[in-house]
């Protein structure tokens, strides 16, 4: 799994540009009569300046299908996974963005629990990690299924109110925009080895409340499958994708009634403002299920790809989907920057084509398994001046918008965004 970072150079190397990929873990070897998967301890960086990897200090163990979480130092995290014995791993790692390195034992705090296979992580803006109950294959974690992490301590706060938490699987969770109210929703989810029918089920959750607990969110809308036959009952999905979209509300689309089969036709905008989803949208002609993705353009459509059935076999169709902020009259500009390098706590002067009512900052996508810890979107607060100059005034906590490169949108009074523009925060 690849994580962002901030590093400008990697030891033994020459320098990276802001922003440069690290990629770590992965499959040693397929399962034998013997043993199962077997995870790596390699590391790379990944730089996009020369299209080239290059090999950085191991990890201190082996991980495959590990978490990776950008912390608000730029720092990044991962737990879970499988060791290179195909048990799963119980060490936590973090690499540090300021030494080029993966920390030593004894520099991390250890809780020596599994968290399982891409467990969902979200960084929370008081710096500790809230794991949502969403993971990859079986059954959720022991207790409640979700919990609270300080990753100081290594203090680990059951959070209780998830439903199902054993049909969890590929399911997928979203820190709802804007990042500053704290509110995550996870939806839907199925369990490949008891293979139920996925379910509908989502929950919310308030991470700034004193006691925070999962609350019962609105049901998915159902869809049909393949021959146009209608979902009934109880009938949801795994393998569901959440992408946040430039006005705020969060596009659903993809999934199947059951691991790597019967995908299911259907999308829906959940909008957070309101707590309800709107159904009937146009639905992906290509099915989704595992290994699909689903991910924003800067011109405001949403990219998904592939799609991998029981039979073995990759659908390498991409679909492209524009949502209905499209169609909704001319786009505003933004027409120019004053610098595409933002600090915390500053204001950011940008220029306009027309009268806006939000900026929006959403974070690129990395998105794996249903999975995708990182995805958020800060709306900065705006001073509007004269000639169609308008002052963005970024953050002063970098747990909410950890450092790295962002898709800068504004949007007009119609709910129409902007095409985006790249901006990186530091």
């Given at each position: 799994?690849?994580?962002?970072?901030t590093?400008?150079?990697?030891?033994?190397?020459s320098s990276?540009?802001?922003?440069a990929?690290s990629?770590?873990?992965?499959?040693?070897?397929y399962p034998t009569?013997t043993?199962?998967?077997q995870?790596l301890r390699?590391?790379?960086?990944f730089?996009?300046?020369?299209n080239t990897?290059?090999?950085?200090p191991?990890?201190?163990?082996?991980h495959?299908?590990p978490s990776a979480?950008?912390l608000?130092?730029?720092?990044v995290f991962?737990?879970g996974?499988?060791?290179?014995?195909?048990s799963g791993?119980?060490?936590?790692?973090?690499?540090?963005?300021?030494?080029?390195r993966?920390?030593r034992?004894?520099?991390?705090?250890?809780?020596?629990?599994?968290?399982?296979?891409y467990?969902?992580?979200?960084?929370?803006?008081?710096?500790?990690l809230?794991?949502?109950?969403?993971?990859?294959f079986?059954?959720?974690?022991?207790?409640?299924?979700?919990s609270?992490?300080d990753?100081?301590t290594g203090?680990?706060?059951?959070v209780p109110?998830?439903?199902?938490k054993?049909?969890r699987d590929?399911?997928?969770?979203?820190?709802?925009?804007?990042?500053?109210?704290q509110r995550?929703?996870t939806?839907?989810?199925?369990?490949?080895e008891?293979?139920?029918?996925?379910?509908?089920l989502?929950?919310?959750?308030?991470?700034k409340a004193?006691s925070p607990?999962?609350?019962?969110?609105?049901?998915?809308?159902?869809?049909?499958?393949h021959?146009?036959a209608?979902q009934?009952?109880e009938?949801?999905?795994?393998?569901?994708?959440?992408?946040?979209?430039?006005?705020g509300?969060?596009?659903e689309t993809g999934?199947?009634l059951?691991?790597r089969?019967?995908p299911v036709?259907?999308?829906?905008?959940?909008d957070?403002?309101?707590g309800?989803f709107?159904?009937?949208?146009?639905?992906?002609?290509?099915?989704?299920?595992y290994?699909?993705?689903a991910?924003?353009?800067p011109?405001?459509?949403?990219?998904?790809v592939?799609?991998?059935p029981g039979?073995?076999?990759f659908?390498?169709?991409v679909?492209?989907?524009?949502?209905?902020?499209?169609?909704?009259?001319p786009r505003?500009?933004?027409?120019?920057?004053?610098?595409?390098?933002w600090?915390?706590?500053t204001?950011q002067?940008?220029t306009?084509?027309?009268p806006v009512?939000?900026?929006?900052?959403?974070?690129?996508a990395?998105?794996?398994?249903?999975s995708?810890?990182?995805?958020?979107?800060?709306d900065?607060p705006m001073t509007a001046g004269?000639g169609g100059a308008?002052?963005?005034?970024?953050t002063?906590?970098?747990?909410?918008?950890p450092?790295?490169?962002?898709?800068?949108?504004?949007?007009n009074?119609?709910?129409?965004p902007s095409?985006?523009k790249?901006?990186?925060?530091?």
């Amino acid at each position: 799994m690849c994580g962002p970072l901030t590093t400008s150079s990697a030891p033994g190397t020459s320098s990276y540009p802001t922003g440069a990929c690290s990629s770590w873990g992965g499959n040693k070897s397929y399962p034998t009569p013997t043993s199962g998967y077997q995870g790596l301890r390699v590391s790379y960086i990944f730089n996009p300046a020369d299209n080239t990897y290059v090999r950085t200090p191991d990890m201190l163990d082996g991980h495959w299908y590990p978490s990776a979480t950008a912390l608000g130092n730029g720092d990044v995290f991962s737990v879970g996974g499988l060791k290179e014995d195909s048990s799963g791993s119980v060490t936590t790692e973090r690499w540090s963005a300021s030494e080029n390195r993966w920390l030593r034992l004894d520099e991390v705090t250890q809780t020596w629990r599994f968290w399982g296979l891409y467990p969902a992580m979200i960084l929370m803006q008081d710096g500790r990690l809230f794991y949502t109950g969403s993971h990859v294959f079986g059954n959720g974690l022991p207790g409640t299924g979700a919990s609270i992490y300080d990753l100081a301590t290594g203090a680990v706060t059951d959070v209780p109110g998830l439903r199902r938490k054993d049909e969890r699987d590929e399911s997928m969770s979203v820190l709802l925009p804007p990042a500053q109210d704290q509110r995550v929703l996870t939806l839907g989810g199925g369990n490949n080895e008891t293979n139920p029918d996925a379910h509908r089920l989502t929950d919310l959750i308030d991470l700034k409340a004193a006691s925070p607990a999962y609350t019962p969110g609105p049901d998915l809308p159902q869809g049909h499958y393949h021959g146009g036959a209608p979902q009934t009952g109880e009938q949801g999905k795994m393998y569901v994708s959440a992408v946040l979209l430039p006005d705020g509300t969060v596009l659903e689309t993809g999934g199947a009634l059951h691991n790597r089969a019967d995908p299911v036709f259907e999308a829906s905008l959940y909008d957070p403002a309101t707590g309800a989803f709107t159904p009937g949208l146009a639905t992906d002609p290509v099915p989704r299920t595992y290994h699909s993705s689903a991910v924003l353009l800067p011109d405001g459509r949403v990219m998904t790809v592939g799609d991998n059935p029981g039979d073995g076999s990759f659908d390498q169709r991409v679909s492209l989907y524009s949502p209905p902020y499209l169609f909704k009259g001319p786009r505003p500009a933004l027409s120019s920057l004053a610098t595409d390098r933002w600090r915390y706590g500053t204001a950011q002067r940008v220029t306009v084509s027309e009268p806006v009512v939000k900026a929006s900052l959403p974070r690129p996508a990395a998105v794996t398994h249903s999975s995708d810890p990182n995805q958020r979107y800060l709306d900065p607060p705006m001073t509007a001046g004269a000639g169609g100059a308008v002052d963005l005034h970024v953050t002063t906590n970098p747990n909410l918008a950890p450092p790295g490169w962002y898709m800068l949108t504004v949007v007009n009074a119609a709910g129409v965004p902007s095409i985006a523009k790249w901006v990186h925060l530091s």
